[in-house]
Nanobody
Framework: QVQLVESGGGLVQPGGSLRLSCAAS????????MGWYRQAPGKERELVAS???????NYADFVKGRFTISSDNAKNTVYLQMNSLKPEDTAVYYC??????????????WGQGTQVTVSS
């Protein structure tokens, strides 16, 4: 089994910054990709950013230029640096990963989510 544990959420004022972290652990052979999704109340979960094992990144238009995704492959950890935060960024942020387990099977996993609230 694989576990994803997120940290770094909280309350921040508009224009502020937060850094989210997500560490994968368990029966991991390799990680194909990791990413961040978010879900605001009454809305569907949406992709924020993703990064492949090779370092290729993808961003939603609404965070381009403000958020940066990065990873530490040795630690099986992905980060999301969020700058210039807006009230509309308020949501639960979920870590997601496509992981090859020790049986060489690719499976998708979700973290438990971390709340980000942008408010004055």
């Amino acid at each position: 089994q694989v576990q994803l544990v997120e940290s770094g959420g909280g309350l921040v004022q508009p224009g502020g910054s937060l850094r989210l972290s997500c560490a994968a652990s368990g029966s991991i052979f390799g990680i194909n990709s990791m990413g961040w999704y978010r879900q605001a109340p009454g809305k569907e979960r949406e992709l924020v950013a993703s990064i492949t094992g090779g370092g290729r990144t993808n961003y939603a238009d609404f965070v381009k230029g403000r958020f940066t995704i990065s990873s530490d492959n040795a630690k099986n950890t992905v980060y999301l640096q969020m700058n210039s935060l807006k009230p509309e960024d308020t949501a639960v942020y979920y870590c997601n990963a496509d992981v090859y387990n020790t049986l060489m099977r690719l499976a998708n996993y979700w973290g438990q989510g971390t709340q980000v609230t942008v408010s004055s």
